[in-house]
């Protein structure tokens, strides 16, 4: 139902996510944003079971920004995702696991960009371009076949059309805008939403 | 809304789930004691759901033998509009196949500003308007001012949370004014969501498709209000846990004169007989 997907760049990293809210077959909302900014350059995007999704993001948010104040500095991408994976590792054996699927993107002054694919299993990998949901089904080949690890920045963003015009060709379900956002050295920026009319 | 007839005995077991430990914590437990709070046997729901299950009740009742199938049969609504917040809901509750009662209050008032349509379960919907209330009431009395709608919704959220996964089903649309119009739902899964139209309830499908076609941010108060109730009209006509009558409330800046700020626009309580149910 819920679509992410993040590409990583030699020197940025570009997400987007769909835009509906919705309630078994109801769409409560076409303009809900599901991506948290954890710090200036790290950002989470979360999918998953209604309330699971909000609770947890601001939970890890919470604490990535304590980290700061307590410290002095910011939690790196990689440190923050380990983070998230060990809380969620943490309440999978409980009586109330968060049934949540995240993707993680950032910028490490020191490491550069970078992409973490977490489930709802809490398993971590650290991976060039991922994507959640049923549409990674139609777009994960996509990005297989195009995807190179010196693209541009509009090539990157051509490449998120692509797999949008595969969906909005081959998913069953509407999902009719998406938010996207980059990544890199300067912060964290937000691109033209990207909305495809019915075909 | 639907009514549950039969008492739910009080669990004997003193081993609680740990997801309640925040209440235990929280201060005097909101004045309610404790067993009460607790839900018996709590349970994750499982994620992968049918796609219309949030119209069906959660198949396994470890504790309670339910007489019948409970159905959240309602059709609520709200939207913004230039002239503020309009909030509409029939007004039948039903358990099972009977319509238990045919003249419910759906739409709550919980301060001079802010209404709560209700569906779910009857029962759990009206315990939680007045859990709201007076939490709202409390807040304003020991601050000096009254909490934002954004965060009336995220209190009411929060307080939902340990009963998820368990058998408690509400959902609620704050609907309301506060430095602007606002429309906030909230429900028992833990979404919250803010937006400018929601319908919420087994007749909702039915609603928006009506809402879609004609809703604007331009109508005009009568506009609106029309519009509001034939939307539940069309609800109730074709969903059959929604009837009876249509109640509407209209919520807009308070006067300075500080007037009324609750425009009953129409509450009937007499069901008239022909095809106009409103």
């Known amino acids: ?199 | 809304l639907a009514m549950a007839s039969g008492s739910i005995p009080f669990p004997t077991s003193d081993c609680y789930n740990l997801r309640c430990s925040r209440l235990e914590t929280s201060e005097n437990n909101c004045g309610v004691p404790l067993h009460f709070f607790i839900p018996p046997l709590p349970h994750s729901s499982s994620f992968i759901n049918t796609p219309l299950s949030s119209f069906c009740p959660p198949k396994n009742s470890m504790t309670v033998q339910k007489p019948f199938r409970l159905a959240h049969g309602t059709t609520t609504l709200g939207f913004i509009f230039q002239g503020g917040v309009i909030a509409a809901a029939d007004t039948r509750a039903s358990a099972g196949g009977l319509v238990a009662c045919p003249a419910v209050h759906k739409i709550t008032p919980i301060h001079s500003h802010l209404v709560v349509t209700s569906s779910g379960s009857g029962a759990d919907c009206m315990l939680w308007e007045r859990i709201l209330i007076r939490e709202i009431r409390l807040y304003q009395l020991r601050h000096g001012h009254r909490l934002s709608i954004r965060a009336t919704a995220k209190l009411l959220s929060s307080m939902l949370h340990p009963f998820k996964g368990t058998e408690m089903c509400v959902a609620l649309t704050l609907c309301g004014w506060d430095n602007g119009p606002k429309l906030i739902y909230v429900c028992s899964d833990g979404a919250r969501l803010q937006g400018d139209v929601f319908s919420v309830g087994s007749g909702s499908p039915y609603a928006y498709g009506v809402l879609d076609r004609e809703l604007r941010w331009s109508l005009s108060k009568g506009e609106a209000i029309s519009l509001a109730r034939e939307a539940v009209f069309r609800a109730t006509h074709r969903d059959a846990y929604s009837g009876n009558n249509v109640d509407l409330f209209h919520i807009t800046k308070s006067l300075e004169s500080g007037n009324v700020l609750f425009d009953v626009v129409h509450q009937s309580r007499k069901s008239k007989r022909g095809k106009n149910k409103s």
Do not use: W
């Not at chain 1, 509407?174 to 890199?184: A, C, E, G, K, Y």
């Open chain 1, 1 to 199: 139902m819920e679509y992410l997907i993040g590409i990583q760049g030699p020197d940025f990293v570009l997400v987007a996510a769909d835009n509906v809210a919705a309630s078994s077959i109801i769409q409560m909302k076409h303009d809900y944003d599901k991506m948290f900014k954890l710090s200036e350059k790290i950002l989470l995007l979360c999918v998953g079971e209604a309330g699971d999704t909000v609770q947890f993001a601001e939970y890890i948010q919470k604490n990535v920004q304590l980290y700061k104040m307590r410290n002095g500095y910011e939690l790196s991408p990689s440190a923050a995702a380990n983070f998230t994976r060990k809380n969620l590792a943490d309440y999978l054996r409980s009586r109330t696991p968060y049934h949540v699927n995240l993707l993680l993107a950032g910028y490490d002054d020191t490491d550069g960009p970078g992409l973490y694919y977490m489930d709802y299993l809490s398993s971590l990998a650290k991976a060039p371009f991922a994507a959640h949901g049923y549409g990674a089904y139609l777009t994960l080949s996509i990005l297989d076949r195009y995807y190179r690890p010196d693209l541009s920045r509009d090539e990157a963003v051509d490449l998120l059309k692509k797999c949008a015009e595969e969906l909005n060709k081959r998913f069953i379900l509407n999902l009719p805008s998406f938010t996207v956002r980059l990544i890199d050295k300067e912060g964290i920026h937000d691109l033209e939403k990207l909305t495809l009319g019915a075909k």
